[in-house]
């Protein structure tokens, strides 16, 4: 991969080299997807998603000021991208029946007994996210999985530095919350 920045395939692209907007592409369709993911919980629609994004990205290059990151930008692009089509479409909330009450069991196939306790904790965290909104996945999928900074995320979703703390702080508490409940409602199951 070429060790240039953004800023310069950026360049070549607005001088009409089309065919440099694929470096753009390659450095940032992992995280495209992931950001896209983490909002939609649908590969294909993700996928779908960050294709969408790149396309209106590229439309939308000559308008890029250059102020902040262009990874800042366009991360905002997959956001909102994301965010509309999650809106878009009308989905029953996962209930704690949902939650597979064998997963122990299913966990118990691992060949030690700490990657089934960690397939498990996997499991569970996983579930705990997808009952979250997809705002408060989003925020807790940029800062803690792409370990992206407050100010960062403030770029990105346009949320105010200090509300992304209280919202992190309560979907962190929800979270717990879920986790506790699907714990003890595992607990009453194997009883």
Known sequence: ??????????????EGNQGA?????????????????????NREEAEEIAQDA???????LAQFKMKSSFATWFYRIVYNTSISLVRSRKKAPLSLD????????????????EEAEAEYRIAIVNFALQKLSEEERVLIGLYY???LSTEEICAITGISKSNIKVRLFRARQKMLEIIQKVEKKNLVYHE
């Open 1 to 14: 991969m070429d060790c240039k920045d953004d800023l310069y395939f950026i360049g070549q692209v607005l």
């Open 21 to 41: 907007f694929r470096h753009i592409v390659e450095r940032h369709k992992d995280h495209a997807f992931n950001l896209a993911l983490r909002i939609c919980c």
């Open 54 to 60: 790149f396309v209106k990205a590229y439309k939308s």
């Open 98 to 113: 949902d939650f597979p009450a064998d997963a122990i069991d299913f966990a118990g196939a691992s060949s030690s007994e």
């Open 145 to 147: 999985y792409e370990e």
